[in-house]
């Protein structure tokens, strides 16, 4: 048998820096207060520009990146989990929310010490379970709860009407916080935020855009520590000069041809959030030449994407590349919503066919040759349709394994029955475990 | 006249094709009961709520995951097999992600002549949700205008506003009665009642209610009423459940559900704006948990329900998977508790294990009797 192509591979240079903005992320969380600050929690998909303008010592703590950091830590997870069990919360809910609320309920932050109370909760609304985890946080905290609703719809079809309903609720909000806060808002700190959301978000789906030269610069794997920056605060300067740090580095791979996996002969993508305590299963991928280069998770749950002028997928133009200026808060507001609601991650909640239409369009311009559908029993929100997307590329020739799972609660993933699944998925697209690939896998 | 209710309940599509027969009408399925109707009767058409069988079902495997609520699939699972073939159109007002699965599928797999999705306010406690909707009630409007090719007037608006305002006037009456010491209903004839509105032509159902109205005042019931008991859940039409709680020592008197009183429990209120006092109808009504933020709204007519139906204990019928629930009941158990009403939470699928919850049911009056006794 032919011995593959071994492509160079080297570590990202930026990779110790990304560790670092996460660490200080929560560290800055943590100490907010005593440095006169202010501190808000929600959703990674809150619209986290807005808080901005309270100032610059106001800083967030995602939950459901909190939540799967403690994923990694099967004990303590597990404990978080029972300690939301045992306040009579289902067990089949969102479990990033149990994890959050257990957490919470037990008073114990990841990163050490006391949980850390946020003085707000802001959130939007368009995942069942999201606007409930806030809700509930928020009575559990005695603090104000700020809740978009952004179910206006698929993108493709928003109107005027639609982007005001949102941002009238924006306007609201941020009355709400100058009342909770105290503070005077600052629209010239919002403005700053938007253009860094639009920037940091567009700049990741450049960098997802440059995963279709083969071999791939940067596997899945590797993608979930660099996506999640944008999860944590999109809005900041800090995270969108980190990505154009690892935009140029990555350029500057596929210039090189260096690989991220080194025996790479067939392309994936993969969806939803993995089982986070077991990403080695995409190691195990790579012992048959596998890389999955990403998935419109890791694309598109920050990464807002557009048509570019050659008919393919990629970064849509911030507002600041089409020479637009945003002098108001109104204008900073309405850029913000609309931005928000182009998200691809989004558009499923709608309309499963949406989501089939952009993973075939990633099939194609990405050059795949399968997908991997993890049923995820911990995430209603991003597993909603997907059996829809199943039958969808199928029909379309698309070559689909599913597994089942859950991302953070591990009593609902059989790790040996997923890799039996992958093994005979690598049969039927007539791949066998490359020997050398196994090796350097066992001696590192 | 009572009987009629279960009649129709059980022989519903037979009944739709022979209304779509007999006045050459459209039949539009409603997905969840935010629709608004009123516009559907304008145009002469008849909504008909999609609901599932309860029959155990095997079919919606490969079109929704397993986790999602029974509801979602034993509905879809109803056009899978074609016993809702008659549907000349399908609406869905945004709801659950589990419910707009089922509207999805069908779009894709059951195509009908006419689909409309109305981006129906997720969050109807912000004020700025009034004027968007009333703005999608106008849209949806159009649709249907353009879909039939004929324009409705304000004089059909009104019709339409009649016929489900008469209706929902109706059905209040007749839960009025579930008030007295003996209720001359079950809550099993109730749920027979209130359900079969969603999908039996209000006209006709309504000259029903007219008719039970005149004979409730008389109607004395073989049975001792027991304990009162309140429903609370979400699509929860499960006759035997409530069946077996009736023969077992408890009446249910009141309910708080989507296939009873959260449907038809607020009238619609005329304004001058009959868009926007569509829109505040469904604004307004008592919400579905998918929709109560950033408050919990909903508890305090939970409660308010319990007391004027003097309900001695509630039985909180959780559609298994159901997260919009499952996200209020452990506190909603407690704020009924702490305002002294007992509680029981079952877990529910598309059929259900009777006897164990006999047993529970059982237990559950028994504790409420023996308060009784100290």
């Known amino acids: ?444 | 006249m009572i009987e009629k209710f279960k009649e129709w309940y059980e022989t519903r599509h037979a009944y739709a094709r022979q209304w779509k027969e007999r006045t050459g009408g459209k039949v539009v399925g409603t997905f969840c009961t935010y629709v608004p109707e009123e516009i559907l009767a304008a145009a002469n058409m008849l909504p008909v709520r999609i609901l599932g069988s309860h029959e155990p079902q095997d079919v919606t495997e490969p079109h929704i995951f397993g986790m999602f609520c029974p509801f979602c699939r034993d509905a879809l699972a109803q056009g899978l097999k074609g016993r809702f073939n008659y549907l000349d159109g399908v609406v869905l007002a945004h709801s659950c992600i589990h419910f707009r699965q089922t509207f999805n599928s069908w779009r894709i797999h059951l195509p009908v002549q006419f689909s409309y999705y109305i981006p129906m306010p997720n969050t109807v406690q912000t004020p700025h949700a009034r004027l968007y909707h009333t703005v999608e009630v106008e849209k949806f409007k159009k649709a249907i205008e353009e879909y039939t090719g004929r324009p409705i007037t304000e004089q059909d608006l009104d019709r339409g506003i009649e016929i489900l305002n008469r209706n929902r006037r109706l059905l209040r009456k007749v839960y009025e009665y579930r008030k007295l010491d003996h209720p001359p209903l079950t809550g099993e004839e109730a749920m027979y009642m209130a359900v079969s509105s969603q999908f039996i032509d209000k006209e006709e159902h309504s000259k029903v209610l007219e008719a039970v109205l005149k004979e409730l005042p008389e109607r004395k019931l073989p049975r001792d009423a027991g304990i009162r008991l309140m429903a609370v859940g979400s699509e929860n039409d499960d006759a035997e459940f409530f069946r077996m709680v009736e023969a077992v020592g408890g009446t249910v008197v009141i309910d708080e559900q989507c296939a009873g009183s959260r449907y038809f429990w607020n009238e619609l209120v005329p304004n001058g704006n009959r868009m926007a006092a569509i829109a505040d109808r469904y604004i307004d009504r008592p919400p579905c948990p998918v929709k109560d933020y950033p408050g919990h709204s909903r508890f305090q007519h939970v409660l308010n329900l319990a007391k004027d139906y003097r309900a001695q204990g509630a039985i909180i019928m959780q559609e298994k998977f159901c997260d919009p629930h499952e996200g209020d009941n452990p506190r909603l158990k407690k704020y009924l508790e702490d305002n002294g009403i007992p509680t029981l939470s079952l877990e529910f699928d598309s059929t259900n294990p009777l006897g164990p919850f006999r047993i529970r049911v059982e237990a559950f009056l028994e504790t409420i009797r023996g308060e009784e006794l100290f």
């Open chain 1, 1 to 444: 048998m032919a011995i593959p192509t071994k492509y160079p591979t080297e570590p990202l240079k930026c990779w110790p820096k990304a560790k670092e903005i996460r660490q200080q992320y929560y560290k800055d969380y943590a100490t907010a207060h005593d440095r006169g600050g202010i501190r808000w929690s929600g959703g990674a998909w809150a619209f986290d520009a807005v808080p901005m303008g309270l100032g610059d010592d106001v800083h967030v703590m995602t939950g459901e990146p909190y939540a799967a950091s403690i994923a990694f830590d099967r004990k303590f997870a597990q404990e978080c989990q029972d300690a939301t069990d045992a306040r009579g919360w289902a067990r089949d809910l969102c479990s990033y929310m149990r994890i959050y609320w257990g957490s919470m309920y037990l008073n114990r932050f990841f990163f050490g010490g006391e949980f850390p109370k946020p003085d707000f909760y802001y959130q939007t609304q368009i995942c069942c379970s999201h606007a409930k985890w806030d809700q509930e946080a928020a009575l559990y905290e005695n603090v104000p709860f700020f809740c978009i609703d952004v179910c206006v719809g698929p993108y493709e079809t928003l109107d005027e009407d639609r982007l005001n309903y949102v941002v009238k609720q924006l306007h609201d909000s941020i009355d709400g916080m100058e009342k909770t806060t105290g503070r005077k808002y600052d629209d010239e700190k919002l403005i700053a935020a938007v253009h860094n959301e639009c920037r940091s978000t567009s700049l990741w789906a450049e960098i997802c855009t440059l995963n279709k030269a083969i071999p791939a610069p940067l596997d899945e794997k590797t993608m979930f520590s660099l996506y999640v920056l944008a999860t944590l605060q999109r809005s900041s300067k800090q995270i969108g000069d980190f990505y154009e740090e690892l935009r140029d580095e990555v350029k500057d791979r596929v210039a090189r041809g260096i690989a991220a996996v080194p025996y790479e002969r067939c392309r994936i993508i993969t969806d939803t959030q993995p089982p986070w305590g077991f990403l080695k299963i995409y190691r195990y991928m790579e012992q048959f030449g596998v890389v999955s280069v990403g998935s419109l998770y890791t694309f598109g749950l920050e990464g807002i994407f557009g048509d570019q002028e050659d008919g393919s997928w990629g970064p849509r133009k911030t507002p600041q590349q089409l020479g637009i200026k945003i002098k108001t808060r109104e204008e900073a507001l309405r850029i913000t919503a609309d931005w928000n609601l182009s998200r691809p991650q989004w558009q499923h909640f709608y309309d499963p066919a949406i989501k089939t239409r952009m993973m075939l369009r990633i099939y194609n311009e990405w050059k795949l040759n399968g997908v991997i559908l993890h049923l995820n029993r911990g995430c209603e929100g991003l597993t909603v349709g997907s059996s829809e997307n199943r039958l969808g590329l199928v029909k379309a020739g698309v070559p689909v394994m599913t597994y089942e799972g859950n991302m953070a609660d591990e009593k609902e993933f059989d790790e040996r029955r997923t890799t039996s699944r992958i093994e005979s998925f690598m049969e039927t697209l007539g791949l066998e475990q490359i020997e050398a690939a196994r090796a350097a896998q066992a001696a590192s």
